[in-house]
């Protein structure tokens, strides 16, 4: 086990002390706080201490968090033996991710002469890159060093923030939720990384790509965070008033019809009608992803849940039917099926995203337009283009995460970064120290427990 | 175990599909976005979009909506093979009850015009509603199959809207936290429909109605979650301003005293002074129900610390007493005990409501009596005469519960909902595709691991 | 087991009645609503209800909460027998803190005429003093009864108070998210109780004091909920505006950096590179500690990392080089390693925050002064006194939790509240009713599993 090839000894320390003091540098020369979060700044203005965006993002941003580091580090506890890893290396690289992503983000929307200003929403967008990164963690869930895992989020986080900036900035798309910027971006992009890493010999460690009872249940705390909190995500930097509160309300809608149309297709494709724990802890959120494009728009309820019952579908097929085609005619090894969670409920959701678009009137929107489809509402572009400006914007999205997905991919696979052998994947002791599953005996205490159970039961 | 009866490979399908089918159908017939979410109405009035509800609602909700997920859910993972169960059903009753409560909810209290408005208040209800039947399910827990709960959910969620249209607008009365419309309901609800369903021989799945070890910590997180944000959930409909701060800090101090009396009373009953988790992890929470009627009044800081302390008392004893006399005697199979959690502690928490509302006076409420007893304030009626309201409440509360619980018990009798037979009650693989409780093992891995745990110690 | 020395059938009951009906005396007697909980005051002044407090500090205060009871709590079941009093204890001492905290502080800080006035802000303070005994407890974790946790958490909290008193009021120091009030204090007052307390013999109990697969991960829980919820402790009850949003920002950074650098270091001091679950659940956490004086003030973002960075390292030292040390040489059995994650770190943050103050000038913070160092800004002192002001704020801090320590933990030592003998320590069955660790065997069920296993193999 402490095999040269994997030992993490001079490895990590290296990449986590160069990257944090790049970061440290950068932010030194690069980063400044906002006018909100400036002493001066802030105090030179006349405004009551009540209209600080901190009241009105923060607990958003909370939320988000939560999805982040408990939603998606729990989720992939789901594995008998890698749960110190999914917990762990999800904290590791999301801790990193949501530094670098401070940067990047702010060179590409940010920049307030040569400094990058930050602030809560900036704090929310770098936990929304991060999102895309613990996304394609998914997809490789169990076959990489944390060294390949710090290695990869430097760069999609790059190129997310290209990706971000192209679609928002340039194109004027409207993506608050990020089906196509988080989710499309970071399945698709954790896809081509894994078909790149392909492992024909991993069915040597199939006997521990599988859940124990109580790991379904950790699981399930992932799962429960993600579901409750994504109303939160998907509304936590769309304008303030009427639209936050309409995009939480979508979303939760969305999620809960999505929810009974998990458990009705995964009784129905099961031979003997059980349900699957894979489908409940994954499908049930698709609600949530393809809710991300259009949950700011007037979807309506009813929509809302149109949107989130076909998503619970689909993914529950994608698990069923969709994945070991994947896996056996396209060498996809998707660990945690992300195509079926993120991939295709994403591309729903720019879709529905793009249709609500091209769909809206001022009759509907009135004033709200401004907020929603600013273009539209200024006259410069008819809804039916901000339409069209959304499906180019999903095609240019699956193109950068293909195209980043490939070249990343060949970079990871370079035999310096300490990947597990094909024989020992989904395994937490090569790079944890594992205690064991058994408590220790304690003979004597043993004894007492014993004598004293049998008094009670006499 | 692929028992033709309790098959769910049709049977949840279908109910699932048409649930949601109709839901959405109605949704698209009646729903509509309320003046704060619809973008037209709320841009077509005057104001800033910080005065928007959501920033005033939204967090309260998003407490809520933790409770209703992770606090019961994981509350009821206690059972050793039932957790898949607990926290899966819990999901997807929950998520087709606050569906169906916007509609009933809306149908009795929203309507405007032919339209039912809808917003984070009207979520924050609808979890509320969804809340008692969580409640219910804690007393039929085990034995009953999803179908059976989702026909469950649909009539409870009916009743509950009935009783709470009665008490709040016809009657008057006021409940913020639920002491009676959540807690007294969901409880004497569920606890009809359990005796309804009797079982003779449920002990011969005695020996699978008990807690393991790491069981009982997955419940503890349930609790936990249920006892911090109780202060939101008693607090998340009142009155802005003071009402909301001070509903908050009375739940607050009811449930710290009710701990130490919980503590106090598990050592105390227990033969060798040993605390049992049964009660650490439910009686704990009485002083939070106990104070859902008068935590929004002047209760005091040590009034609402008196509450929680007999809640805490009433309820150990319950569990230690009452729960096997109401089992033998009553045939009310209670399996988490929701007589003792929600039941005792709810009436209570209605006759503490009664009292505190007969004896308000407006040297005490000064002008803040317009928010808590509307009619006191406007001289319609005198004080005594509130406290008069919310004790025929309690008694509507009951009636209308056992009335209603007495003959959806009898549905759920039909033998065409998949129920588990006596033998194989509070287990998760009559319903689930379950995996094993052990890791895999890997021989090759084993050896190597001993081997360097031989190194280390020698 | 059941031994009479151990046994809490009296003791136990006792001292929570009696504890909670002093306190519902002295509530009575002294405690009464603030003007934003009190329905008559709150009506009596003429303000929007949004302008309440509540609004600006209930979110923060139940991320806290989060924080005390879940962080805390689940942090301490790492070991593989001890968590049900882990995440017991803690809510039992955590729920009598808050309530005696509300007095001790409202007696030293917030008395007006003859009465304590109580609201968000005070219920903020006395979770963070509970924060303070919950470090302690960690120190002797395993090692004690509830009874002994209610008498130091008595004592304690009336320590925390006075030292909090002199440090704010009567120095003048800032010290908004506690490095010294909390941290220090908490951590050195623990250490010299575990150090009265020692026990010679206690590696009867060794084979005890370790973890499980699955208690380590319950143990992430605790970790990542304080790890997320640190930024809204820091800042909880800093000025309304810029300065929660300031110090909510730059925890978030140090911590980010400081999980970077823990594991950077949990691998280099390993012999075979492999993480130390350990140091992940706790020197990550550091970095919050660290930034717990200075976040309010102007430490910039690379600042707020370099502190987090260097925090990380310091802590993961502490557990693999110091902790050893601490224990043969000086006899401290330090279980869960506060003075690593607590004690060094919180020092390092109050140097941290007397350098930042020294070199405050009005050029950086404008007006901003006012909120941050009132007396710089009012010209009362220069910034650099402020700095000794801070300087002697640590010594103070160091001295009253030492000397308080010292005299509590020879108050501890009195053979009359049923300690744990020294062969049965880090173990839960003394006083709780534990289940055990395997399901019951159900014969006919795992035949038909079986069987059908087997046929889906086939």
Chains 1, 2, 3 share one sequence.
């Not at 670098?100 to 990058?116: C, E, P, R, V």
Request: aromatic share 12%; with cysteine; glycine share 10%.
């Amino acid at each position: 086990m402490t095999d040269a090839a994997t030992n993490m000894r001079l490895r990590l320390p290296i990449i986590c002390f160069i990257l944090e003091i790049i970061l440290i540098i950068l932010f030194a020369t690069l980063v400044q706080y906002n006018d909100e979060t400036d002493a001066k700044e802030w105090h030179d203005k006349n405004h009551s201490e009540y209209e600080n965006d901190f009241y009105y993002r923060y607990p958003s941003f909370q939320d988000v968090h939560v999805m982040i580091f408990i939603g998606f580090g729990f989720l992939m506890t789901f594995l008998q033996r890698y749960g110190f890893s999914s917990v762990g290396f999800n904290f590791l690289i999301a801790a990193f991710a949501l530094q670098w992503a401070t940067l990047m983000q702010g060179f590409f929307h940010g920049m307030h002469g040569s400094k990058i200003h930050i602030g809560v929403e900036s704090m929310i967008n770098a936990d929304f890159c991060t999102g895309a990164v613990l996304i394609s963690f998914g997809a490789v869930l169990g076959k990489t060093s944390p060294v390949q895992l710090l290695v990869m989020a430097m760069f999609e986080v790059t190129l997310f923030a290209v990706n971000e900036f192209v679609l928002l900035s340039t194109l004027g798309a409207k993506d608050a939720g990020g089906s196509m910027t988080i989710h499309t971006f970071g399945a698709y992009f954790g896809l081509m990384v894994t078909r790149v890493l392909y492992r024909p010999n991993l069915d040597k460690s199939k006997h521990r790509n599988s859940s124990v009872y109580h790991s379904d249940l950790f699981a399930m705390i992932g799962t429960i965070y993600l579901w409750m909190f994504w109303p939160s995500f998907n509304s936590a930097v769309t304008a303030h008033g009427d639209d936050q509160h309409r995009t939480a309300m979508n979303t939760y809608y969305s999620l809960a019809a999505c929810t009974l149309s998990t458990y009705g297709m995964s009784a129905l494709t099961a031979h003997d009608g059980k349900l699957d724990m894979v489908h409940i802890q994954n499908a049930a959120l698709a609600g949530g992803v393809a809710a991300g494009t259009a949950g700011e728009m007037m979807l309506t309820p009813y929509g809302s849940m149109i949107v989130g019952f076909l998503a619970g579908i689909i993914s529950v097929v994608g698990f069923k039917y969709l994945s070991p085609v994947l896996e056996e005619k396209l060498k996809i090894q998707d660990t945690c099926g992300v195509h079926n969670l993120h991939g295709m409920p994403g591309v729903l959701g720019a879709i529905v995203g793009a249709v609500t678009a091209a769909v809206a009137t001022t009759d509907v929107y009135g004033k709200g337009m401004h907020d929603v489809f600013p273009d539209v509402a200024s006259g410069k572009i008819q809804a039916s283009y901000q339409g069209v400006r959304q499906a180019i914007s999903l095609a240019v999205t699956l193109g950068i995460a293909l195209g980043g997905g490939l070249i990343v991919g060949f970079i990871l696979k370079l035999p310096v970064f300490g990947a597990p052998p094909d024989t020992i994947c989904y395994e937490d002791s090569i790079y944890w120290e594992v205690p064991g599953d058994e408590e220790e005996h304690d003979d004597q205490l043993t004894a007492v427990r014993t004598t004293e159970t049998e008094k009670l039961n006499s």
